[in-house]
């Protein structure tokens, strides 16, 4: 099989009326009058993201999914995207698996496959999808929109993509019920894209939990010139976790990555708005904070006490 044939069997669909898929120098997008193109790229490399043996309709799942988290973080539509694609050798089950799940996430989400690449690597799988969106003029939600009396939102829960990882890693001594429950969280994250579109004019800043809740938080404190107190009794954490020692639940709720869930500001007007539209689509949707003046990022216990931090999260380059 040919680089061609393989990009004919395994990723070239029917587009929508006004695209234009594979085939030309180009893919084509329709963008709506008054609306803005959002776009976003990650890189998935194998050793690095996902382990060698990881199943590959979970990979294709997710390798779209993290890009669609960033299209709702900015509480974007989703558009259309691409795939790069660097393989050892062609496997045609690895492809048909990987290929189906992908297709299937982008048919959900209204974000077709529209073009990319295809080549050969020799140390292993590299994936990198782009993803194209829209949103109307003017009201993406930004990291730098924060302001002093903000709620802070997060939605879905927080640990378990973490300790999976810690699990499948050998990092935590081996628990296969516990990492059975939780592998899903981070095998095949599930963005709140549709919640997330319906965001402007309700949210202030957002951003998706990629490399840990502190961490990303931070991005938008750094970025609004604003602080923050979070309330450690109130993050939404996994059940999984229950069964674990305070220090690694800790670990895994506030430092650990791979959630791919919303953590956004709001004023405290459109608390009831907020959670309508949670329950308008099925998103758990729970407040965990405040942002106040100043510079500092603190954790709050029950009684009002400052929690030490360790670890902020996740650095590639650290």
């Given amino acids: 099989m040919n ?42 490399i ?52 990987f290929a189906d799940a992908f297709h299937e996430l982008a048919h959900e989400a209204g974000c077709p496959l529209v073009g990319g690449d295809t080549t050969r690597s020799p140390d292993g799988i590299v994936i990198s999808v782009t993803v194209f969106g829209q949103i109307e003029q003017g009201r993406a939600l930004l990291r730098s929109a924060a302001r002093p009396d903000d709620d802070i939102w997060v939605t879905g829960t927080l640990g378990a993509p973490h300790a999976a990882l810690q699990w499948l890693t050998r990092q935590w001594p081996a ?5 059975a429950a939780a592998r899903p969280a981070l095998e ?32 938008i404190l750094k970025a609004s010139g604003c602080g923050a107190i979070l309330y450690y009794h109130q993050l939404p954490i996994d059940s999984v976790l229950e069964p674990l020692d305070e220090s690694l639940v800790r670990e895994a709720v506030l430092s650990g990555g ?56 996740f650095d590639h380059f650290a």
Avoid at 6 to 13: A, D, E, N, S, V
């Fill in 46 to 97: 194998e050793g690095r993201h996902f382990l060698p043996d990881a199943d590959p309709a979970s990979l294709g799942h997710k390798a779209l999914a993290v890009n669609i988290s960033d299209l709702a973080a900015m509480g974007a539509e989703p558009l259309g995207c691409m795939l790069g694609l660097s393989l050892p050798k062609v496997d045609e089950a690895w492809l048909a698996a």
């Fill in 258 to 313: 791979d959630v791919y869930q919303l953590c956004f500001t709001a004023a405290p007007r459109n608390r009831e708005a907020i959670a309508e539209l949670a329950r308008a689509f099925d998103v758990r949707a729970t407040r965990i904070g405040v942002i106040e003046s100043g510079a500092h990022l603190k954790v709050h216990d029950a009684a009002g006490r400052p929690i030490p931090i360790s670890s902020r999260g």
């Fill in 188 to 219: 095949r994250p599930v963005p709140p894209w549709r919640f997330a579109q319906r965001l402007p004019g309700l949210a202030h800043a957002a951003l998706d939990i990629s490399d840990g809740l502190l961490q990303d938080l931070g991005h």
């Fill in 3 to 44: 680089e061609f044939d393989l990009i004919r069997r395994y990723f070239t669909r029917p587009v929508p009326p006004g695209y234009l898929g594979a085939g030309d120098d180009c893919a084509l997008l329709p963008v709506a009058p008054g609306k803005q193109l959002a776009t976003s790229t990650d890189l998935l």
């Fill in 175 to 179: 628990q296969p019920a516990l990492l």
